[in-house]
């Protein structure tokens, strides 16, 4: 079993700046890809970066590409999202999410198979 916990969440002025957590327990992250996710009111989860387990090539859907960064720490079981120059429609609820395998994602994106997934934390963008 990985447990997933999300933080760094909050309201931002847009163009502001936030970078989220997310810290694994149970398993170490070294071997797993990792991704997050995101879901607005309304709409459906969608993808938003991924990065494999090795800490290789990375994807940003092309919605956040040039203002988003995913990264990790397997040392600390800690991946990261450094959102920057965040916009009202950026608002939704933001997953981190892992698993064993590395599968398509529509829109031309690669990341994790969803296995296990995170609370979700809570990313508001005022205009």
């Known amino acids: 079993q990985v447990q997933l916990v999300e933080s760094g969440g909050g309201l931002v002025q847009a163009g502001g700046s936030l970078r989220l957590s997310c810290a694994a327990s149970?398993?170490?992250?070294?071997?797993?890809?990792m991704g997050w996710f995101r879901q607005a009111p309304g709409k459906e989860r969608e993808f938003v970066a991924s990065?494999?387990?090795?800490?290789?090539?990375?994807y940003h859907a092309d919605s956040v590409k040039g203002r988003f960064a995913i990264s990790r720490d397997n040392a600390k079981n800690t991946v990261y999202l450094k959102m920057n120059s965040l916009k009202p429609e950026d608002t939704a609820i933001y997953y981190c999410a892992t698993g064993g395998r590395w599968i398509y994602y529509a829109g031309g994106y690669y990341g994790p198979s969803g296995d296990y997934w995170g609370q979700g934390t809570q990313v508001t963008v005022s205009s």
């Open positions: 990065i494999p387990w090795t800490g290789g090539r990375t």
């Open positions: 149970g398993r170490t992250l070294s071997r797993y890809a």
